[in-house]
């Protein structure tokens, strides 16, 4: 095994310690010997890969966010040819799978959370871009972020254990906010949107100028 690969295979023990630290003993208690104990490597090979707790938790966000990313490249590709609305279809079923599949992606969220809340910069940013992407593609900006925002309540609520639905109502949902047939009837285009909001003023600037 090579020295890329072998600092590889450390690094991916030593995260994958710091998952089984915070499940057990809760965020609290992970350090850097903590994670020596559980992995089995020594504390200088730990420090080797991450010279702070505060590094170890930024990896763990970031191990997510590309895991995410891994499911969401292709899916959007193939949303592209068959979705009106490629980029929020490709974020709903990216939520989806988070939350059919929630324990690393909650402890690395709850973790971050928890002891250092500025690193939720990171999922913030990459959150900004794709709402972003998702308002530019959309009839009715307000309406995709509705169905966005839906979306991750139901991830939020699956993720930490609050949700009282089943999966397979949480799937049906899913499922729901996925099809675009089901909100045509609900869209308000932006063109319309803006000269209904616009008509009092223009009937007021109006009776100004008859006065």
Same mark, same amino acid.
């Given at each position: ?19 089984? %630290? %915070? ?11 903590? %994670? ?14 991450? /010279? ?8 763990? +966000?970031?191990?997510?966010m590309v895991r995410f990313e891994e499911f969401s490249t292709p899916y959007r590709a193939?949303? /592209?040819?068959?979705?009106?609305? $490629? ?8 939520? @989806?799978? #988070? ?7 909650? =402890?690395? =969220? ?6 250092? $809340? ?5 999922p913030r940013d990459s959150d900004l871009k794709t709402i972003a992407a998702i308002k530019?593609? #959309?009839?009715? *900006?307000?309406?995709?972020? =509705? ?11 699956? =993720? ?5 639905? $089943?999966? *397979?109502?949480?799937? @049906?949902?899913?499922? /729901? ?8 009837? +609900?869209?308000? $285009? ?11 003023? #223009? ?9």
């Amino acid at each position: 095994m090579d020295n890329a690969s072998r600092s590889e295979r450390s690094r991916n023990a030593a995260l994958d310690a710091a998952l089984a %630290i %915070i499940a057990r003993d809760g965020p609290g208690r992970l350090t850097l010997d903590a %994670i020596a104990r559980e992995s089995g490597l020594s504390k200088g090979g730990v420090m080797h890969q991450f /010279r702070t707790k505060e590094a170890v938790l930024k990896a763990l +966000l970031e191990r997510q966010m590309v895991r995410f990313e891994e499911f969401s490249t292709p899916y959007r590709a193939k949303a /592209r040819a068959e979705s009106e609305n $490629p980029e929020l279809a490709t974020e709903i079923a990216t939520v @989806r799978e #988070a939350a059919n599949a929630p324990n690393s992606a909650a =402890l690395a =969220l709850l973790a971050a959370m928890v002891e250092n $809340p500025d690193l939720m910069a990171l999922p913030r940013d990459s959150d900004l871009k794709t709402i972003a992407a998702i308002k530019a593609e #959309a009839t009715d *900006p307000d309406l995709a972020m =509705l169905r966005w925002a839906a979306a991750r309540g139901l991830m939020l609520g699956a =993720l930490f254990g609050m949700s009282p639905l $089943p999966r *397979p109502e949480r799937d @049906r949902l899913f499922a /729901r906010l996925l099809d675009d047939s089901q909100w045509h009837g +609900l869209e308000k $285009p932006a063109r319309s949107r803006s000269l209904k909001a616009g008509a009092p003023a #223009a009937k007021g600037t109006s009776a100004r100028k008859r006065a």
